[in-house]
């Protein structure tokens, strides 16, 4: 290295005007690579401090007699060496933690000595206290014991300095220290906190600032604001805390118990705590744990010790009650009407509604029939409303007739002028009047050849209703659909009935609606066809409809136009439904999706638990059992809605008889799927398809599993083939005639192994052929066949009643005197359900 580098390092700039012994210099460090950084070095002159007890030993010259050391001034501090100039921070700070050390112990022997010291002459004194009492009087006492003490402590205050005078220092002895305490966690983490502290402080000890200059604690930090405050807030809780605290008086709480609760459950809900609890079960003698349950009336009496108060729920709190929801009065604005067509097959509802609607359906259905309910609107022409709901005619339909009274305003009963009244149309009266709506008949079909009105409302009279015309109440009248005569007076008079009704619902709050159809379809999943009772069903909602629950996620009206919301009165089509509903359940909207699973699942298990209970065995029930020996026709039922398939099963169960019975293995809607066939594959029943097909997939499964599929879109011809197959498993019905009787009086041997008999014909006539039965006793012994029949030695075909005969029967010899033989004749008939 250069001359200029081996020189001592100088200070670039001027150090600040404080007097302090402090030494700076600038020290420049090589790294590889080229790389260099100069450092900034500070050393301060170390403090000597004298050790407490002496003084320090001058270096020279023994020390001079005691009279001149006390004259003499103070040494001066000794100059430093070389070598203690060299040293190192850390072995200079370790050098003063040494020299510390030993002054500390040091001072602590100075203080024992003096301890005992103070413990002697106070031995000294109270000895001469004792001595002096004996010697002197007792009113002098106090005051030369008051005197004693202090006189004994400048006395011993001279010794001690004396002697400190006249004797060198004692030796310095160590006195055994106590062992530190382990670090803390919380300690270590302060020390970690504070070696990566001092670390960020030597990088920057290099440099001398202004705060370092003033402060001596070299840049300690300040406490905070927050800090101050949450000290001062510790102190005022401290204080209050030393205070005795006012009880705070408890509170009564209302606790929902239901019919069984874990203890725990109760807890949380009293507001206690579980352990208590669980100690007054105890003391009632019920040992428990904090999960285990408990029923209603022991929780009961858990709340009321406590000092609370009961409220009971059941299982059926959670369904929904739509009965108890009454509006109030003010609430209620009005609404449109709503009318049910009713009639037999064929007497012309949905043309009627065609002709209101200006729309042809009649023409799509198949069959000319309808068979599903269908809900329309139409607008009169003053502007007001009127929903329809066309419901079918046939008699397997009789519970969606059923359901179309009870959701109904008014009934408009549909008679065909040239029919009359048919089964289907006084079970719509029937309808209507377990209903308790009104009805307006409307005879139909005016315009063909042998229409008769007045014959109508005669064979009306027979079911007590009374037409205006003949001085009743029931509005009636003449109309044609299909050349839209008479129209107009039917609508006038449905709007004259309607403000009589004074139709009135709630439209601002949360919908209630009929499920008037559902079905599931493929591209949408399940659809129901609500009509509104009260409320608005929007876009959104979360409802519960019968055991399904969903949310709405599109409203279809008539028209297949999608609206927005549908008020009271409105028929619409629901899309969001988690299944496909009943037909006539009540969709009810709720506040979330929790309340509607909620209660849907309660639904589930109610009709689960209503599917699955049995009867209570009796003997009556297991001899019935025993005694039904019933061939049973299995069947799976696939239809496009839901009233369809419900009026199918219905159908189906009313065909069945003593002899054989329909057993609806599976039912459900939408399309045919594999397990549908897999189903029917496995018991060997046929598939019937009404208005739907299978997939592809089920398409192969029935090819390879040959299943029998039969579709139909006719509810007539569905039950017409059912009912051949059926018959079909019986086989042909035989019939028994009896022709004639015979008693026979003697037997007679018929070759080597047979026997004749003689016979007095008494009834009737006898074949040879025919069927018989001998009699004995009238106990049957045995049925058998004539095989020869003869009159005295010939053959004949017939003999008839007075006559006498002989007989031979096939395969029996068991004949005796006094038996009865009676013929009949056997007739096969194809069987009819």
């Known amino acids: 290295m250069s001359e200029e580098k081996e020189e001592k390092p100088k200070l670039k700039r001027k150090p600040l005007g404080l007097k302090r012994a402090v030494e700076s210099g600038e020290v420049k460090q090589t790294f590889s690579h080229g790389r260099t950084n100069k450092v900034v070095v500070e050393v301060k002159r170390r403090k000597l401090v004298g050790k407490p007890g002496y003084e320090p030993e001058p270096e020279a010259p023994p020390p001079p007699p005691p009279a001149a050391e006390k004259a003499s001034p103070p040494p001066a501090a000794p100059k430093k060496s070389a070598a203690e100039e060299t040293l190192s921070r850390q072995e200079q700070q370790a050098k003063l933690l040494r020299e510390a050390e030993e002054e500390r112990l040091a001072l602590l022997e100075r203080n024992r000595r003096l301890e005992d010291e103070e413990k002697a002459k106070a031995e000294e004194n109270a000895a001469r206290k004792r001595q002096a009492k004996k010697s002197e009087p007792a009113a002098d006492a106090p005051a030369e014991t008051e005197a004693s003490p202090a006189k004994g402590a400048a006395a011993g205050a001279e010794k001690q300095a004396e002697d400190a005078k006249a004797s060198p220092p004692a030796a310095r002895r160590f006195t055994p220290v106590e062992r530190p305490d382990r670090p803390k966690r919380e300690d270590k983490k302060k020390q970690r906190q504070e070696k990566s502290g001092g670390r960020k402080d030597r990088r920057q000890s290099g440099k001398l600032t202004v705060n370092r200059a003033l402060n001596q604690d070299d840049g300690a930090r300040a406490r905070s604001l927050a800090a101050l405050k949450r000290a001062r807030e510790k102190e005022k809780r401290a204080q209050m805390s030393g205070q005795p605290r006012e009880q705070q008086p408890k509170k009564a709480r209302d606790v929902v118990v239901p019919e069984a609760i874990t203890v725990q459950e109760l807890a949380k809900r009293m507001g206690e705590k579980g352990a208590d609890l669980v100690k007054s079960l105890f003391n009632m003698g019920s040992m428990v744990t904090v999960n285990q349950t408990i029923d209603q009336d022991t929780a009961e009496l858990l709340v009321e010790e406590f000092g609370h108060k009961i409220q009971r729920v059941s299982e059926a709190d959670v369904d929904i009650s739509t009965e108890e929801d009454v509006d109030p009065p003010e609430t209620l604005k009005p609404r449109p009407a709503v009318v049910t067509v009713m009639g037999h097959v064929d007497h012309g509802k949905t043309s009627l509604l065609d002709a209101l609607r200006g729309e042809s359906v009649a023409e799509g259905e198949a069959g000319g ?395 009737g006539f006898i074949k040879k052929g025919l069927h018989t039965r001998l009699t004995r006793e009238d106990v049957i012994v045995s049925k058998t066949v004539i095989a020869s029949l003869r009159r005295f030695k010939d053959d004949v075909d017939e003999v008839r009643a007075g006559l006498e005969c002989g007989v031979v029967l096939e395969d029996t010899n068991d004949i005796a005197p006094g038996d009865t033989l009676e013929v009949f004749e056997v007739e096969e008939k194809e069987r009819v359900l």
């Open 369 to 763: 029939i309808t068979q599903h309910i269908g809900a329309y609107q139409v607008k009169s022409k003053d502007g007001q409303l009127i929903t329809f709901l066309d419901t079918p005619g046939h008699e397997a339909f009789t519970e969606m007739r059923a359901r179309g009274a009870d959701v109904t305003d008014i009934v408009i009963l549909v008679v065909a002028a040239d029919d009359g009244l048919m089964p289907q149309t006084i079970e719509a009266i029937n309808h209507a009047k377990a209903a308790e709506v009104p009805m307006i008949i409307a005879i139909n079909k005016i315009d063909k050849e042998g229409a008769d009105p007045k014959k109508v409302r005669e064979r009306l009279l027979e079911h007590e209703i009374i037409v205006e015309a003949m001085g009743g109440e029931v509005q009636d009248v003449e109309i044609s659909a299909l050349k839209k005569t008479g129209l107009d007076d039917l609508v006038e008079k449905l709007a004259l009935q309607a403000e009589l009704l004074e139709l009135k619902a709630n439209p601002d709050r949360n919908a209630e609606a009929y499920v008037v159809e559902a079905q599931l379809d493929k591209g949408r999943g399940a659809v129901a066809t609500v009509l509104v009772k009260r409320g608005t069903l929007k876009r959104g909602d979360i409802f519960v409809a019968g055991t399904e629950s969903g949310k709405v996620r599109a409203l279809i009206d008539e028209n297949g136009k999608q609206a927005k919301s549908a008020g009271p009165s409105t028929p619409v089509e629901v899309l969001g439904l988690s299944g496909v509903p009943s037909a006539g359940d009540i969709l009810t909207v709720v506040d979330d999706e929790t309340r509607a699973r909620e209660v849907a699942e309660y639904r589930q298990e109610q009709a689960k638990l209503q599917r699955t209970t049995q009867a209570p065995v009796s003997l009556e029930n297991m001899f019935s059992a025993a005694s039904d020996a019933a061939v049973e026709y299995p069947v799976v039922i696939k239809g496009d809605v839901q009233g369809s398939v419900e009026a199918i099963v219905n159908a189906l169960g009313k065909i069945s008889n003593d002899d054989i019975k329909v057993r609806v293995l599976h039912s459900g809607v939408g399309g045919i799927t594999e397990s549908d066939m897999t189903l029917a594959a496995s018991s060997n029943a046929p598939l019937i398809g009404f208005n739907v097909r299978p997939n592809k997939k089920a398409a192969e499964i029935a090819k390879r599993e040959n299943v029998r599929l039969k579709y139909f879109d006719v509810i007539y011809h569905l039950t017409e083939d059912i009912a051949k197959e059926m018959a079909g498993e019986l086989g042909p019905e035989i019939i028994e005639t009896v022709v004639g009787r015979a008693e026979i009086k003697e037997i007679f041997p018929a070759g080597k192994k047979d026997k004749a008999a003689g016979l007095l014909v008494t009834e």
